[in-house]
T-cell receptor, first 112, second 109 residues
């Protein structure tokens, strides 16, 4: 298995634009997590899905952020409209609950 | 006070040294994870444990549930071990992962 695949690896966008981050979890895993990492706040859990259903989105910073998991092999995290303070590395991870979490390589987002 | 505290924050070592990184937490947990973040940014899950001890190669992780403490040991350290090591606990009540701030390790040849 190729592991958790995220795309794009890097994204630079202008303030106000819509940004979509993508994640393909490891096949067979039933839990998927989106995290954000910044220098100031470290790693933060944004949302997690279990069997494609959002279980806890209390970490999503505000309504500009939304996440979907239309099927077991794909998830998106969307920011609309983006702001400079959204600049961070966004990680996706998957696990076979309650097992070990496997992380993707991350998407480095820069909003200018 | 953070719910997950790691020490030290920064650690330098000579190749071959035995290294210990500590993690203390204040919440009830169902599991504890040790993660490794490489200089390039990628994160690798090293261990998930809920009791006792696990070993993988030169890495050993231990947890003491009563004392709410875990340690990550690296034997015969090598420059390629240089990374940030992150402790994360899964809260028993909320099921969320709570992260420590990480320990930056540099191993010099």
């Amino acid at each position: 298995d190729a592991g958790v695949i995220q795309s794009p690896r890097h994204e630079v966008t202008e303030m106000g634009q819509e940004v979509t981050l993508r994640c393909k979890p490891i096949s067979g895993h039933n839990s998927l997590f989106w995290y954000r990492q910044t220098m100031m706040r470290g790693l933060e859990l944004l949302i997690y899905f279990n069997n494609n259903v959002p279980i806890d989105d209390s970490g999503m910073p505000e309504d500009r952020f939304s996440a979907k998991m239309p099927n077991a092999s794909f998830s998106t995290l969307k920011i609309q409209p983006s702001e400079p303070r959204d600049s961070a590395v966004y990680f996706c991870a998957s696990s076979l609950e309650p097992g070990q979490a496997f992380f993707g390589q991350g998407t480095r987002l820069t909003v200018v | 006070k953070n719910e997950v505290e790691q020490s030290p924050q920064n650690l330098t070592a000579q190749e071959g040294e035995f290294i210990t990184i500590n993690c203390s937490y204040s919440v009830g947990i169902s599991a504890l994870h040790w993660l490794q973040q490489h200089p390039g940014g990628g994160i690798v899950s090293l261990f998930m444990l809920s009791s006792g001890k696990k070993k993988h190669g030169r890495l050993i992780a231990t947890i003491n549930i009563q004392e709410k403490h875990s340690s990550l040991h690296i034997t015969a350290s090598h420059p390629r071990d240089s990374a940030v090591y992150i402790c994360a606990v899964r809260s028993y009540n909320t099921d969320k992962l709570i992260f420590g701030t990480g320990t930056r390790l540099q191993v010099f040849p």
